[in-house]
C-alpha cells in the first residue's frame, strides 16, 4: 500500500503510515512529479501520445465497475496512470493546442496548488478555513474593483462585511451565471403583503401574487448554454430564456431586444433579466454592453454580463474600452480559470449592490449562523475549496500590468493569425477577432468563386460539402496531435446565414508563436489533400456550377 | 517576477518565464514543497499559530481592493503568504481536530494532485478531457455499484453510454443534492399532451398542466441545510421543503412521513421526492431507509438518500447493514472529500436508473453535440477538474478493505469516547454515535441533579446558562488552537426537547488516538473553570433549585 513495504497488505498500522509516510525521493510517484515540476511541456510531450486512440479502446482500461478488493502500491499505481491516463488525456498546454479556452500555466501554481490542497481548506465557513475567508472576500473585492472601480470608502465599508458580499466564488462560470440569475429572479419577486417572497413560496405563488403569466430571460442568439440550464434549473424553463436576434458581427440587435421586452411585458411575462455577452464563446465578440443597460434600466430589469471568457480583458488599459458599459451591469460573471490562467474549477460572479445576495441567503444552526462571516451563506455550493488563493497569488506574482501584456498579446496574435488567413487563397475568415478568438475555414479559391456564384440548390449542396471537409480536416487533425483546433457552427452573413461549419481558434496562450500559426494552416492544407471522395464530390460540383453560369 | 530575476519587471520576456521556467530548487516555495512534502503534519505545527488571532486582525491584510500594479518575485509572495495565510488558516488534517468532516489526507493525494493540476484537462467535454472522461464514468460505476450492486451486464451496457448516465462528479454534496432533486422535478412533469415537460416550460405551466396547487420535498427535521437552498434555486420554495418529525434517536418518524404525504396529496399538492438521511450533520443518524422506499413506491415519488457524510460506510462489509435501504433510492448523493479521504471539491450523485438523467441533458453546437459522450451534457456544472482521478487513485491504492479498515476505526473510537464521556461525572452524552459522530456537553453532577428535578422557569434557565457555558467552552477551545470540536443545536427528548447547545465531535481521523480524546475532555474541563461569572450564576441558581424541593 505505500512504496516502501515489500508487499501490499491490508492492516490498520501500514494503513497509517499513509497519512503519516511521504513518497520517498526514490519513489516512482516523487519521481514524476519532479520531472513534471522541472519540466511540464517536457514531460508531457513525452508521456502524451501523438496519435490519438479511439475512445472505444481507451475505454477498455476503465471498464472495471467493482471497487478493488487489494491494495495496489503507489508506484505501480503511478505507473499505471502514465500508461492509462496521462497517455491518453489531452496536452491542455501545448502552445499549438488552440481550440479552447483552456491555455498554459505560470510554473508557480503547480507547487502553489500542492501547498492549497494540503492545507484542504473548506471555504464554507470560517471554522474550517479562517484566514482564506478573508482573502477570497478580497480576491473578490479586487474584481468587483476591477469591473465597478468604487471607492475606497465602499469597499472598507463592504468588503468585509458579514450581512454582506460583492459576489461569490465558485467551481466555474456556468454556477456563477446561475447565481446571477438566482439572484435576479429573487429579486425581482420580492415578499410584499401575504406574500413572503419567491425564495420561500416559490415561483408558482409568485407569479399568482404578482399576476404574471410567465418569467423570461433575454440574451442573444450567442448566448452560453449554461443559461439555458440555468432557465432550467431555476423552474423558469428553456423555452423562457428568450434569443435576441444578432447582427453581422455576432452582436445583440437593440431594436430586437426592445421589440420582446415591450412584446413579454404586454402579455404580462416578467423579464428577470436580460445577459449581455463578453465575449461570445464561439466568436469572442462583445455586446454593446451600454445600450443594454439602458434598455434594463428603462424596463426594470437585472442587467447580467456574462464575461466568463473575456473579462480578463478589463485587466488591459489599452483594450478594456472594448467592454464600456460593464460597469452598468447589476453581476457579472467571470472564469479566473479562463483568461486569468488559473487552473480549472475557478469562477466567480461579482455583484454591483452589495445586499444583492440578501435574497439567496441562508443560515443553518451548525454552521453559518446569522451574523457569522461563513461564505457559505452566500453561495450556491456548500464545501469548496481554497481555489482563490491561487487567483490572490496570480494577482501579485503577475499583477494587473502582467496580465495587461498576456491580453494584449493574445489580441496581436489573433489580428496577425486573422491577417495571415486572409492572406491565404484557400482560407477564408469567417469572424474576425474582437479580442483573441476567431473562426475561419478552409475553401480553395475556385470553389470559393463558384460558391459566391452558385444560387439554390447547388449552393447550398457546395456549402454542405465544404461543410463535411472542415469536419473532416478538424478531426484529422486532433486524431494526428500535433495541434488542436475546435470547430462550431455558425450562420454567416456574408453567406446569407447558410449554415457554417467553422474553425475555431482561442490564442490565448503566450507561448503560442506566429510559426506555429502558420504550420496549423500547413497542416490544414495537407489533411484536405486526404479526402479524395469528398474532394471529387466538390470538383464535380465546383464544375457544374461554373458550366451553368 | 520570477525568482531568479534580481528586479522585477513586467516584459513580455520575463513574462513568458512564468510559463517555462520552473521555481530553482533553492527557491523559497520549492523549499516549502518540500518540506510540506516531507512532513505534512510537522509543517502545519510550525507554521499554523496556535492562538487564535480575532478574525478583524486577520482581515487586515486583506483589505487592499486594487489590484497590485506591480509584480511580486514568487518567494517574496510566498513567504507572504506563510505570514499571512498560511499561519491564519485552520489545521483540518490536525489528530485533535476533531470537530468536522475534514479530516487528514493520504500523503500520495498531494503529489498526485500536482500532476492532476497540471495536466488541467477540462472534464466538460471529451476534446479537453479524454482518457479523463472514461476514468470519471468508471469512478461513477464503481460507486454505484457500491450503492447498488446491479450486475456486470448493466455496467457492460451503461457505464460509457453516450446517452445514459449513472450519475454525475460534481464540487461536493450540495451541488449533488441540486442536481438529484433537479432530475426528481423534471421527472415529475414530464411531456404531455401539448404541454412539452417542465425543462422546456417551467414550473408555472407544469402545475398548471398538470392540475397541482404546488410542490413539495420532504426531509426529517434534521436534514442538510443544501436541500432548503435547492428548494429555492429550483423554484419550489424553501416553505415546500416540509420537515418530517423525528424520533428520539433523530430519525425520521414513519407515521409524521405518511401523513403528511397523504396530507398534501390530498391538498393537491405534489411530493418530487423523499429525502432519507444516511448519517445526520449533526448528530450522525441514519434514517430507515428501507421504510422510506416503501413509502416512495406506494406514492410514487422520487426517494433520495442524502449519504454525504455517511455513504462511505458502505465500504465496510462489517457496518454496511447500517444504510440497508439505500439500494431502493433512486438517487445518492456521496461525498468523497469526507470519508473518502480526498481533498475538498469532490462530491457525487448517483441515479440507479441509467435513464433518470434524461430530463436535464442538454446540447450545443460546438460542445456537448448529441451523441458525444462529454459529461457535459449530464452536469449541473459546465467546465470541472479532473478530480475524479484523485478518487480512483485513492480506490486502488487503499482499496475497498483498507478503506473498511478506516470506516471501522472510526466507529471504534466513536464507541470509545461515548462510553469515556459517559464514564465522566461532569460531562453527559447527547447522543450516541451510530456512525462515527456523537455531541456531548459539560455538566457537572450537581448541576445535573438539580436539572433533572427543577421545573418551570427555572429549569429552562439553569439550561439557558448551561448553553452559554458550553458555547464558553467551544470558543475558547477553538482560540486555544490545541484542538477543536464544534458545536451545534439540538432538541434532545431526554431534556423535553429543551434547546441546548452541545459539542459536536467527528472521528474520522485516523491519527486521532485515546489519548487525544481524553485530553480533549480534559481541556474543556479546564476551561470550563475559566467562566467565573457564568460559574456563579449556575451555582446560584442551583443552590436556589435546592432549597426549593
Known sequence: MVSQDKTAKVDFESL????????GPESTLTQIEDRLSLNLNEFL?????AEEKPLREIEKDFNDSLLPESPTFVSEHTQHLLDTLVSHSVHTSSPSFIGHMTSALPYFLMPLSKIMIALNQNLVKIETSKAFTPLERQVLGMLHSL??????????????????????FCSGGTIANITALWVARNNAFPANGEFKGIEQQGIFKALKHYDYEGIAILVSERGHYSLKKAADVLGIGRESLIAVKT????KICLDDLETKLVELESNRIKTIAVVGIAGTTETGNIDPLEE??????????????????????????????????????????????????IPMGAGMVLFKDPHAMASVEHHAAYILRKGSKDLGSHSLEGSRSGMAMLVYSSMHIISRPG??????EGLDKARFFADLVSKQDDFELITDPELCLLTYRYIPARVRTALEKATGKNKHKLNELLNGLTQFIQKRQREN?????????????????????VFRVVLANPLTTHDILKNVLNEQREIAKMAPSLNKQIDALVSTIESEL
Open 403 to 408: 496580465y495587461e501584456l498576456l491580453i494584449n
Open 247 to 250: 447582427d453581422e458581427n455576432n
Open 45 to 49: 510531450k513525452e508521456h502524451i501520445v
Open 481 to 501: 496531435g500535433l495541434s488542436f483546433v475546435s470547430r462550431t457552427t455558425l450562420t454567416p452573413k456574408q453567406w446569407d446565414g447558410m449554415t457554417t461549419i
Open 292 to 341: 443594454i443597460a439602458k434598455q434594463c434600466q428603462k424596463h426594470q430589469c437585472h442587467f447580467h454580463v456574462d464575461a466568463a471568457w473575456g473579462g480578463a480583458t478589463l485587466m488591459s488599459n489599452k483594450h478594456r474600452h472594448l467592454l464600456a458599459g460593464i460597469e452598468l451591469a447589476d453581476s457579472v460573471t467571470i472564469d479566473a480559470h479562463k483568461q486569468l490562467y
Open 147 to 168: 469591473i465597478y472601480a468604487q471607492s475606497d470608502d465602499f469597499y472598507a465599508k463592504w468588503m468585509h462585511s458579514a450581512q454582506h458580499s460583492l459576489g461569490a
Open 16 to 23: 497509517l503510515r499513509i497519512f503519516t509516510v511521504p513518497e
